[in-house]
């Protein structure tokens, strides 16, 4: 697919459910085409064919699992050759339960590469192609318990203070360059991360704390569209 849109074209993981699918609609809305990724591709056909009907923008599906090394290479070199590709929205995944003395360490394993490994070269490839053409937006999902990882378990909030800090460093790199680089750090979503995916008991988090995707997410274009590097979106305050 050659993007025709004048916005072009975003590239969005994590895009069948949650944040992600509420990004790829907001960003539709904006007019980009899309290039939405994740493993259910029933559900991302599904999603292709609202998008292009409410929006008029271009919509291709790719099948991937980021945790799989050789389909993270398919998305990462989609990004390096696909010169129409002018947004990364690194979103995809997962929390992995428990304390580390007794978490399952294939699914830690599992985590890391998704929330971690893939995350990483999906922005160096972005960074690579974007930087050379002078423009583009790199924005990274991390999450709140990057800042106070006391308070959830050590692996997921290692992994999201991982992504907050790459793309504080990115930001720097690539200053003058033409890049635009955001890290969001939403807090407690009712998304199907937490309340289908991760056998965390959500039911026991207090309603006030939790927020909804579309809030997130508006929030978040809210802070992009001032430029912010880092967004809190349950901080109204931008000076918070
Ligand atoms: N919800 C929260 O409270 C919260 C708070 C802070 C940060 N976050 C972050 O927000 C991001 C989005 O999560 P969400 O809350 O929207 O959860 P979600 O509804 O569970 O969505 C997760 C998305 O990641 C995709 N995904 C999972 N494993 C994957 C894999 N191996 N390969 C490719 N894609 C995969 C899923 O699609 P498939 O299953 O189709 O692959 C889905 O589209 C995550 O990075 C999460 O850590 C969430």
Same mark, same amino acid.
């Given at each position: 697919?050659?993007?025709?849109?004048?916005?072009?074209?975003?590239?969005?993981?994590?895009?069948?459910?949650?944040?992600?699918?509420? +990004?790829?609609?907001?960003?539709?809305?904006?007019? +980009?085409?899309?290039?939405?990724? /994740?493993?259910?591709?029933?559900?991302?056909?599904?999603? /292709?064919?609202?998008?292009?009907?409410?929006?008029?923008?271009?919509?291709? *599906?790719?099948? $991937?699992?980021?945790?799989?090394?050789?389909?993270?290479?398919?998305?990462?070199?989609?990004?390096?050759?696909? %010169? %129409?590709?002018?947004?990364?929205?690194?979103?995809?995944?997962?929390?992995?339960?428990?304390?580390?003395?007794?978490?399952?360490?294939?699914?830690?394993?599992?985590?890391?590469?998704?929330?971690?490994?893939?995350?990483?070269?999906? $922005?160096?490839? /972005?960074?690579?192609?974007?930087?050379?053409?002078?423009?583009?937006?790199?924005?990274?999902?991390?999450?709140?318990?990057?800042?106070?990882?006391?308070?959830?378990?050590?692996? +997921?909030?290692?992994?999201? /203070? +991982?992504?907050?800090?790459?793309?504080?460093?990115?930001?720097?790199?690539?200053?003058?360059?033409?890049?635009?680089?955001?890290?969001?750090?939403?807090?407690?979503?009712?998304?199907?991360?937490?309340?289908?995916?991760?056998?965390?008991?959500?039911?026991?988090?207090?309603?006030?704390? *939790?927020?909804?995707?579309?809030?997130? *997410?508006?929030?978040?274009?809210?802070?992009?569209?001032?430029?912010?590097?880092?967004?809190?979106? %349950?901080?109204?305050?931008?000076?918070?």
């Amino acid at each position: 697919m050659n993007s025709i849109s004048p916005k072009g074209l975003a590239l969005v993981t994590g895009a069948s459910s949650g944040i992600g699918a509420v +990004y790829a609609e907001r960003l539709a809305a904006r007019g +980009y085409d899309l290039l939405l990724v /994740a493993r259910d591709e029933p559900r991302l056909q599904t999603a /292709a064919t609202r998008l292009r009907a409410e929006h008029k923008v271009q919509v291709e *599906v790719l099948k $991937a699992d980021l945790t799989l090394k050789a389909d993270v290479l398919k998305v990462e070199q989609r990004l390096r050759s696909d %010169s %129409s590709i002018n947004l990364l929205l690194n979103n995809a995944g997962i929390v992995a339960d428990g304390s580390l003395a007794v978490a399952d360490t294939d699914r830690l394993e599992a985590m890391i590469q998704l929330n971690v490994i893939a995350v990483t070269r999906l $922005a160096a490839a /972005a960074a690579a192609s974007f930087s050379a053409a002078g423009r583009g937006a790199i924005i990274n999902i991390a999450s709140v318990v990057a800042l106070i990882p006391e308070s959830f378990n050590a692996t +997921y909030s290692a992994t999201k /203070a +991982y992504v907050l800090s790459l793309t504080q460093s990115l930001a720097a790199e690539l200053d003058g360059k033409g890049v635009q680089v955001q890290a969001v750090l939403p807090g407690v979503t009712r998304t199907e991360i937490f309340w289908e995916r991760s056998g965390i008991d959500a039911q026991g988090i207090p309603a006030e704390m *939790v927020m909804d995707a579309t809030e997130i *997410v508006d929030a978040a274009l809210a802070g992009f569209d001032q430029g912010e590097l880092i967004t809190i979106p %349950s901080l109204p305050d931008s000076a918070d």
